[in-house]
């Protein structure tokens, strides 16, 4: 019987070649999506944005994210991971670097949704790109590494954030705008990196060896063979109960998780009496460590 598990050492040499870049690149993903929440108490007093407004604005970002998940990956298929990775980031990145323009509510409305649409194909296509390379035995263990980007991104970026926000008044530019501006370019930077780091296929990768190469190839092509024996209905798999069921429970998980993500350092701010910045960012990283670690 033929094993469906890489040999060890062969499995850490993909891991840590892909996963702590891709790791970093979601951590500037959710950075990207999510820093509007230490902007908003500077942002709104500057350019006169209403909560209802904010909120808006914040929130519509998920329409363009949601409608283009699809379609991005579906693309990515074709052209393949390093140029549409790095389109897809370059893109997000200097969209997100614009807000610092956003000065009435048509802008931030525009550019957030323009977010989403730019930034929708990555998650998604960061689980494709993995079955490209893990076979099915380890790829629940590559998608979890992959997952610490969430906390990590407030972790590490909540102080760099908060830090950023402090520069307010340097070179005529408002805290917000050097926040936008230089967590977007770090994007778009990453982006250029990973169009020269990525490799689309094992097949391509030549930083393995040809016998390393033709098993990974090898194992990836007999886990797609007897996916197709069993063969599903998209339709048929989208109504099941159950997964309705985790679908809902997503939702209420992500409605809750981007209700702390967008208002939290609003919230830490006022209990500190003082405005978001170095200490607001160190404190709002705090509740985020426990979803790095577990006791025992």
């Known amino acids: 019987m033929t094993s469906n598990r890489l040999p060890p050492a062969l499995l850490a040499k993909i891991s840590w070649r892909l996963l702590p870049f891709l790791l970093l ?52 298929h074709k052209v393949g991971a390093r ?21 009435n509510e048509m802008i931030f409305y525009v550019l957030r949704f323009a977010l ?17 390379w893990f076979p099915a035995a380890h790829r629940a263990q590559a998608t979890g590494f992959f997952y610490f980007g969430a906390p990590l991104a407030f972790i590490l970026g909540s102080p760099v954030s908060g830090m950023l926000l402090e520069l307010d008044g340097m070179g005529g530019l408002h805290g917000w705008q050097w926040m936008f501006m230089v967590e977007g370019l770090l994007a778009a930077a990453v982006g250029v990196w990973a169009y020269f780091y990525l490799t689309n296929h094992p097949k391509d990768a030549m930083w393995l060896t040809p016998q390393e ?23 048929k ?25 967008f208002y939290l350092p ?31």
């Open 25 to 76: 690149m979601y951590i500037m993903a959710f950075l990207d999506r999510a820093n509007v929440g230490f902007a908003k108490i500077a942002y709104q007093a500057d350019t006169g944005i209403s909560d209802a407004a904010f909120a808006l604005g914040a929130g519509i970002f998920f329409l363009g994210y949601a409608l283009l998940e699809v379609p991005s990956n579906l693309i990515m």
């Open 83 to 103: 140029i549409w990775m790095c389109s897809i980031m370059v893109s997000w990145g200097l969209i997100s670097a614009a807000m610092m323009f956003a000065h």
């Open 116 to 132: 989403g649409v730019a930034e929708a194909g990555f998650f998604p296509g960061v689980i494709l790109y993995l079955t490209y």
């Open 213 to 235: 190469r033709a098993l990974v190839a090898d194992m990836i092509e007999r886990g797609n063979q007897a996916k197709g024996e069993h063969g599903h209905n998209l339709l």
């Open 237 to 261: 798999a989208l109504t099941q109960p159950r997964v309705l069921y985790l679908a809902l429970i997503y939702l209420l998980i992500q409605a809750s998780v981007y209700g702390v993500v």
């Open 266 to 296: 609003t919230q830490v701010a006022g209990l500190l009496g003082t405005t978001v910045g170095l200490k607001v960012g160190l404190i709002s990283a705090i509740p985020w460590l426990s979803r790095c670690w577990r006791p025992g």
